[in-house]
């Protein structure tokens, strides 16, 4: 699966944005995908997740309660709700499709990486 992610931009703190994540390939519906950040001088994590099939959606504790991801697989795109932004979220947003085991919180990814969209938060 390659991917392509979009709509990041800057917003104050407590605003919202939502990514985009378009993919290609016919695969997509059955891969389980993750959305990652990485933040300056930080490693790259995975923060929220979706399930191939049932849809589950897994989070994170920095982001639960605030992003919601979801998938529309006849369009081969996923999505990050993201509201209640804070300063801390700031970071450039990848997506990628997810290795058969996964955990939130690991560097890599399945298939090949976007040039991301960064997300600024200002305070």
């Known amino acids: 699966v390659q991917v392509v992610e979009s709509g990041g931009g800057l917003v104050q703190a407590g605003g919202s944005l939502r990514l985009s994540c378009a993919a290609s390939?016919?695969?997509?519906?059955?891969?389980?995908m993750g959305w990652y950040r990485q933040a300056p001088g930080k490693q790259r994590e995975l923060v929220a997740a979706?399930?191939?099939?049932?849809?589950?959606?897994y989070y994170s504790d920095s982001v639960k309660g605030r992003f919601t991801v979801s998938r529309d697989n006849a369009k081969n795109t996923m999505y990050l709700q993201m509201n209640s932004l804070k300063p801390e979220d700031t970071a450039a947003y990848y997506c990628?499709?997810?290795?058969?085991?996964?955990?939130?919180?690991?560097?890599?990814?399945?298939?090949?990486w976007g040039q991301g969209t960064q997300v600024t938060v200002s305070s």
């Open positions: 390939g016919s695969t997509f519906s059955t891969n389980s």
């Open positions: 990628n499709s997810l290795p058969k085991v996964w955990y939130l919180g690991m560097s890599g990814g399945f298939g090949s």
């Open positions: 979706i399930a191939k099939g049932s849809g589950t959606a």
